[in-house]
């Protein structure tokens, strides 16, 4: 997705109504992505974020050149899901996968990527084996903010499953989706923002 398009469309891509779900057409976008099982809580997934982190703010000055007083940082998100359906339902976390993703806009090239990956290895070691630039398309999607606590997460995805798709004749079509607009650990519970996003058909 160009700039032009990216900037447009962030409001209604990454700030819905926190009271409310919506439907929302999500174009291909690129992204840096690392994958991993297990606990999403666990080290590992701190890891992932560190190297995503690191790795995007090598190529900020020339997202920022170009986009200029539009430039805003992108937030960190993660897939989540597992190979047996009933884990993911019930909360089985050690079961579950996860892939970490930060919007790597398209216009920067893989070659600026792995200069990037290059130099982030010589301060955190090897790269992980599964760090990549990937495109995903998700399509028609729902989503809603979440503001509060990570705990309440779980009471917005039960209403999100078990009321509004099944009364809105929709399917799950694709990995839930969580996008988090500020840092846990810089804010208070009750101001996390976080974006609940599931494809569907």
């Known amino acids: 997705m160009n700039v032009e398009l990216f900037h447009d469309r962030i409001r209604e891509l990454y700030l819905p109504p926190k009271n409310e779900f919506t439907i929302v057409e999500v174009p291909e976008i690129r992204y840096a992505v690392i994958d991993g099982q297990g606990d999403p809580g666990a080290n590992g997934n701190n890891q992932a974020a560190k190297w995503l982190y690191s790795v995007v703010h090598l190529v900020k000055p020339f997202v920022k050149e170009r986009m200029g007083k539009n430039f805003m940082e992108p937030p960190l998100e993660y897939l989540y899901w597992a190979d047996n359906e009933k884990d993911f339902i019930e909360g089985n976390k050690d079961k579950w996968n996860w892939r970490a993703m930060i919007v790597f806009i398209d216009w920067i090239t893989q070659e600026q990527f792995e200069e990037a990956v290059a130099e982030v290895s010589q ?15 998700e399509g028609k999607c729902v989503q809603i903010m979440h503001v509060g606590a990570y705990e309440g997460v779980a009471a917005v995805c039960d209403e999100l499953y078990n009321q509004y798709l099944p009364k809105n004749n929709l399917k799950p079509n694709g990995y839930y989706h969580e996008i988090y607009l500020n840092d846990p650990a810089r804010t208070a519970p009750e101001k996390l923002k976080i974006v609940i996003r599931q494809p569907v058909a």
């Open 123 to 137: 301060k955190l070691g090897p790269a992980p084996g599964t760090l990549r630039l990937e495109n995903l398309n």
